[in-house]
């Protein structure tokens, strides 16, 4: 069987064993969409990484409610992950700055800089006090 969309929806706790677990079922979903393994790779570091920063930064490390959504297209696959914490105005970032290496990162961007370096294209929505969907596309 080959998933080609498929969305999860969960209450996370900011504990090991709840995070492990709704990657782990996230994981399971990337497995059954495609068996390419750099496409593998790239979708299930992107899925941890932007579960981290829904949970740390959205959340505060509290729990919080975050959405998973992943859709194979014909060449493409997109990743989806959102949540409802506090939000950010997105004008303080550099979506179009070319990390060159680590070393250009002082104390933030490291998520990004990860983000840009595994995937295609990145495109972040987030409106303070409601809410952040970060959107990630992989071509393979």
């Known amino acids: 069987m080959q998933i080609l969309s498929c969305k999860l929806n969960a209450h ?19 497995n059954n969409m495609t068996s390419d393994e750099k496409t ?4 299930k570091s992107a899925t941890h990484e932007l579960l981290i920063n829904s949970l740390e930064h959205g959340y505060k490390k509290s729990a919080g409610n975050v959405s998973f959504l992943i859709e194979k297209h ?15 105005d997105t004008s303080s970032l550099n979506l179009e700055k070319d990390y060159t290496s680590l070393n250009s990162i002082k104390s933030r961007g490291w998520g990004l800089f990860i983000l840009k370096k ?4 990145v495109q972040i ?8 969907k970060v959107t990630v596309s992989i071509n393979y």
């Open 74 to 88: 014909e060449h493409t696959i997109h990743l989806e992950v959102s949540d409802e914490g506090v939000g950010f």
């Open 118 to 121: 595994l995937c295609d294209d």
């Open 40 to 43: 593998v790779f790239k979708l």
């Open 12 to 30: 996370i706790p900011f504990d090991k064993d709840s995070i492990e677990k709704f990657l782990s079922s996230c994981e399971e979903v990337i």
């Open 125 to 132: 929505i987030s409106e303070p006090l409601k809410g952040t």
